[in-house]
T-cell receptor, first 113, second 115 residues
Framework: RKEVEQDPGPFNVPEGATVAFNCTYS??????FFWYRQDCRKEPKLLMS???SGNEDGRFTAQLNRASQYISLLIRDSKLSDSATYLC??????????????FGKGTKLSVIP | DGGITQSPKYLFRKEGQNVTLSCEQN?????MYWYRQDPGQGLRLIYY???????QKGDIAEGYSVSREKKESFPLTVTSAQKNPTAFYLC??????????????FGPGTRLTVL
């Protein structure tokens, strides 16, 4: 089983739509979670951090379900500028009291006029 | 204006040549990282450094080398031993490595092509 798994998409949605991405992780000891946004041929940029059950920032809501080991990202009222690849990132113990990030392969979103 | 810089943006190399990618940060972060990204793949960790003069191998360190002589700088050398070096290379930094709330910030990347 992959450590961090995402639906690769692409998700093609019209402007104004609500879209949700899911991400599952295999290490039950994972402690913190992140969503990054990556535009084509650019670097990933931090979108949201999730340390407890969830986080909301404007049109973006991230939720964490520890029992089922998944994180979701909800985007409301999609804009053309939301078109990007969304990376799910999990911070899990790597031994000796240290933690390491593991990146999913990303879910591609295209918002269509 | 704080941030992470990488140079060059594009790099072309002939087979058999070593090449060094630059990464500099002025965020006063302790930890720095090098990742490789291939099309349709997630980021894979090459090397990381938690403090000056110390670094650790990541998941795919073979064919790469690094140094950390200054806090601000973490250059990556892609050696001729790396069998498939063509990729997008991303440098990142975080306030402290291996922390439970570790958040990493990325530079703009270097796209390396082997001819």
């Amino acid at each position: 089983r992959k450590e961090v798994e995402q639906d690769p998409g692409p998700f093609n949605v019209p402007e104004g739509a609500t879209v949700a991405f899911n991400c599952t992780y295999s290490n039950s000891a994972s402690q913190s979670f992140f969503w990054y946004r990556q535009d084509c041929r650019k670097e990933p940029k931090l979108l949201m951090s999730v340390y407890s059950s969830g986080n909301e920032d404007g049109r973006f809501t991230a939720q964490l379900n520890r029992a089922s080991q998944y994180i979701s990202l909800l985007i409301r009222d999609s804009k053309l500028s939301d078109s990007a690849t969304y990376l799910c990132v999990v911070n899990a113990p790597s031994g000796a009291g240290s933690y390491q990030l593991t990146f999913g392969k990303g879910t591609k979103l295209s918002v269509i006029p | 204006d704080g941030g992470i810089t990488q140079s060059p943006k594009y790099l072309f190399r002939k087979e058999g040549q070593n090449v060094t990618l630059s990464c500099e940060q002025n965020l006063n972060h302790d930890a720095m990282y090098w990742y490789r990204q291939d099309p349709g793949q997630g980021l894979r960790l090459i090397y990381y450094s938690q403090i000056v003069n110390d670094f650790q191998k990541g998941d795919i360190a073979e064919g790469y080398s690094v140094s950390r002589e200054k806090k601000e700088s973490f250059p990556l050398t892609v050696t001729s031993a790396q069998k498939n070096p063509t990729a997008f290379y991303l440098c990142a930094s975080s306030p402290q490595a291996g922390h439970i709330t570790d958040t990493q910030y990325f530079g703009p990347g270097t796209r390396l092509t082997v001819l």
